[in-house]
């Protein structure tokens, strides 16, 4: 099993920045894949940014693609999520996933072996 623990989020003004970090524990191999998906109330969760711990290989939905940066620390089994130039939109509860055995990018909702327990970000204009 593997255990996902967020921190980072909170308010931010419009055009602000935040970092969110996300800390893997249990089983990680190094065909997991870690990412970030959020989501609104009354929307489906939403993929965000995602990386493939082996090779730091990434991938980024459209609406952040130049704003959001995905890194890792392999050896912590940690990644992070950058957020700069951010919105109003990106108000939303940012969920940590994690795609444990030979994962593809983008990761999708149905490949999401274990989730975190979410961390809010606000963007207030």
């Known amino acids: ?52 711990m082996d090779n730091g290989t990434t991938s980024y939905a459209d609406p952040v693609k130049g704003r959001f940066t995905i890194s890792r620390d392999s050896a912590e089994n940690t990644v992070y999520l950058q957020m700069t130039g951010l919105k109003p939109d990106d108000t939303a509860m940012y969920y940590c996933a994690a795609d444990v055995y030979r994962c593809t990018l983008p990761m999708v909702l149905a490949s999401v072996d274990y989730w975190g327990q979410g961390t809010q970000v606000t963007v207030s204009s």
């Open 1 to 52: 099993a593997v255990q996902l623990a967020e921190s980072g989020g909170g308010s931010v003004q419009a055009g602000g920045s935040a970092r969110l970090s996300c800390a893997a524990s249990g089983t990680v191999y190094r065909s997991t894949c870690l990412g970030w998906f959020r989501k609104v109330p009354g929307q489906e969760r939403e993929g965000v940014a995602f990386i493939y």
